[in-house]
T-cell receptor, first 113, second 114 residues
Framework: QKEVEQDPGPLSVPEGAIVSLNCTYSNSAFQYFMWYRQYSRKGPELLMYTYSSGNKEDGRFTAQVDKSSKYISLFIRDSQPSDSATYLCAMSATRQAGTALIFGKGTTLSVSS | EAGVTQFPSHSVIEKGQTVTLRCDPISGHDNLYWYRRVMGKEIKFLLHFVKESKQDESGMPNNRFLAERTGGTYSTLKVQPAELEDSGVYFC????????????FGPGTRLLVL
């Protein structure tokens, strides 16, 4: 069983839609959960991170963590064409320097105008 | 502040040849990481430097891969001799020492071994 599972998509939505991106994981030691956004030919860019369970909101983006189900989500409200990218979930047991991030495969999102 | 830079952006080589990838971290970032994404797979950790010292090489696939960080600034990752399965995108990331870190990624080097 892979440590992190993420549906690669692709996911296509119209502008203004609410997008839900998800990952499941198997390692109960994971405490820090991150969402990276990667545009074509660019490196991953940290979008949001959360610690342990709960929700975190930043503008149109909301990250949710349910540790009991080992399930994390990223919601994008009022999606825009500029949100078209690959979204990668990443996790770690700590956030100390030197901690290797464990990534999902990434979900490719396309928002059409 | 300049981001993490990587060179070259693309490299196409033949099996058995040698390739050297370079990473320049964000100025002042003592932590430097190498990751790799093979086609169809997730991004995977290769190794971690603190300044010039290797702290964790657990992700290095085999001894054909050699990473260095002379002087604790830029890092190189050499693959010698390259094999077909080494094809992929090699990412470098850097972060500050201390506190809760954010790893900042470079654009990656796309390596194709023919």
């Amino acid at each position: 069983q892979k440590e992190v599972e993420q549906d690669p998509g692709p996911l296509s939505v119209p502008e203004g839609a609410i997008v839900s991106l998800n990952c499941t994981y198997s390692n109960s030691a994971f405490q820090y959960f991150m969402w990276y956004r990667q545009y074509s030919r660019k490196g991953p860019e940290l979008l949001m991170y959360t610690y342990s369970s709960g929700n975190k909101e930043d503008g149109r983006f909301t990250a949710q963590v349910d540790k009991s189900s080992k399930y994390i989500s990223l919601f994008i409200r009022d999606s825009q064409p500029s949100d078209s990218a690959t979204y990668l979930c990443a996790m770690s047991a700590t956030r100390q320097a030197g901690t290797a991030l464990i990534f999902g495969k990434g979900t490719t999102l396309s928002v059409s105008s | 502040e300049a981001g993490v830079t990587q060179f070259p952006s693309h490299s196409v080589i033949e099996k058995g040849q040698t390739v050297t990838l370079r990473c320049d971290p964000i100025s002042g970032h003592d932590n430097l990481y190498w990751y790799r994404r093979v086609m169809g797979k997730e991004i995977k950790f290769l190794l971690h430097f603190v300044k010039e010292s290797k702290q964790d090489e657990s992700g290095m696939p085999n001894n054909r891969f050699l990473a260095e960080r002379t002087g604790g600034t830029y890092s190189t990752l050499k693959v010698q001799p390259a094999e077909l399965e080494d094809s992929g995108v090699y990412f470098c990331a850097s972060s500050r020492i201390g506190g809760r870190e954010t790893q900042y990624f470079g654009p990656g080097t796309r390596l194709l071994v023919l």
